[in-house]
Every structure is written in structure tokens, then in C-alpha cells.
């Protein structure tokens, strides 16, 4: 499933792929189930979207200067995509992106998507300047050295996060203010 949101997007948000009872269904990632509220309600308080859910495609959800997409574009089984099945995504990871060429920060929702925005870079640089991979962790903010140059890391908002106090409001959006300081600083 292709991402959505602003092509003028500075802010580029990575998840896993699409939800199997909520994007499967609906036709829009982060839409149409818990996840995507909690994602939209942090959004919205950041100035990213216009509402703070994500009911259906026809919602009138609109997104401003921000772009989302996800690195597997089928639901996965048991929301574990193989590696085989992330690298075969890559090329529409890859297109995407190229349409989004004002991209300032990306935020990676979970490990899945940050590791796998990682592979994305790592594709892109000649063998000798791929340095280490670095750790994913909540709030973690990695100097890119191609593409955007900002990645900030955060736990994804599954229920399995939200329900047990993992990922919280007021985490998300913290991670949300430091992408748009950096948006706002960069212009």
C-alpha cells in the first residue's frame, strides 16, 4: 500500500506496514484503528494534521508537511515482516522517496521502520561509507549522511505500546515538537 499525506512534506514517518485490521481494510496506513488515532492525535497537536483521528480514507484527514509510508507495503503475519520481504518493498520505498525531495527529518515508528529506512540509506552509499548501524530507541536522533539529514526514533503506536504506558502521549508527541524544531530551524 502507498504512503500518503503533503508532497511538499519536510517530515517523512516510517512504520512498519499496513495494519491488517485498520489500512487493510480502510486503503490508508494509520487509519481506521486505535494506532492510527494515537499517531494522528500527536500529529495534529504538532500542527502535522488537520484532525486527531483517522477513521477512513473519505475522513477529510489531511496531513501538512508531513508524508507517511511504510517500509513493507502488505500486512506481514503476526506484524513481522522477513527481511526478504522488506528488501522487495525497497524499490517502492525507494520511489516514493524520490518524490519527496524537501524531506528534512524522518521519523522512524518502531524498529522495523527504522531499521528498515537504514537498509533504504545503506542501498544508496558506496561499500566504503556505510558505518555502523546504529540502535534504535525512543527519542534517539542519528546525523544521516545522505537524504534527509535527521532521523529521530520512536516507539510505534501499537496497542501493544499504548495499552501498557510503553509509548505514551506525551512521548509521541515530544518526538513530534524535536521534528519540527529541526523543520522550523532549517528554513
Known amino acids: 500500500m502507498a504512503g500518503f499525506g503533503d508532497p511538499r512534506a519536510r517530515l517523512l514517518l ?4 499496513p495494519a491488517a485490521h485498520g489500512a487493510n481494510r480502510t486503503g490508508r496506513v494509520f487509519t481506521g484503528d486505535g494506532s492510527g ?3 494522528m492525535s500527536a500529529l495534529q ?6 484532525i ?7 475522513d477529510g484527514l489531511a496531513l501538512d508537511d508531513a ?3 511504510s517500509v513493507v507495503r502488505c ?5 513481522k515482516p522477513l527481511p526478504v520481504e522488506i528488501a522487495r518493498c525497497r524499490p517502492h520505498l525507494t520511489a516514493e522517496l524520490a518524490a519527496l525531495p524537501r524531506l528534512r527529518v524522518v521519523v522512524a515508528l518502531g524498529k522495523i521502520g527504522f531499521d528498515g ?17 546504529p540502535a534504535f530507541a525512543h527519542g534517539c536522533e542519528v546525523a544521516l549522511p545522505v537524504g534527509p539529514p535527521v532521523l529521530l526514533g520512536a516507539y510505534h503506536p501499537s496497542r501493544q505500546n499504548t495499552n501498557t504506558g510503553k509509548l505514551t502521549p506525551a512521548m509521541l508527541e515530544s518526538v513530534f515538537r524535536r521534528a519540527r524544531t529541526i523543520i522550523d530551524s532549517t528554513d
Open 45 to 50: 497537536r504538532n500542527g502535522f494534521a488537520n
Open 75 to 79: 500486512a506481514p503475519p503476526d506484524n
Open 14 to 17: 516510517v512504520g512498519l506496514a
Open 37 to 39: 488515532d494515537f499517531l
Open 117 to 133: 529506512y537504514l537498509a533504504h540509506l545503506a542501498a544508496l552509499l558506496p561499500a566504503g561509507r556505510v558505518r555502523p548501524r
Open 52 to 58: 486527531g483521528t483517522s477513521r477512513s480514507i473519505d
Open 67 to 69: 508524508y507517511i509510508l
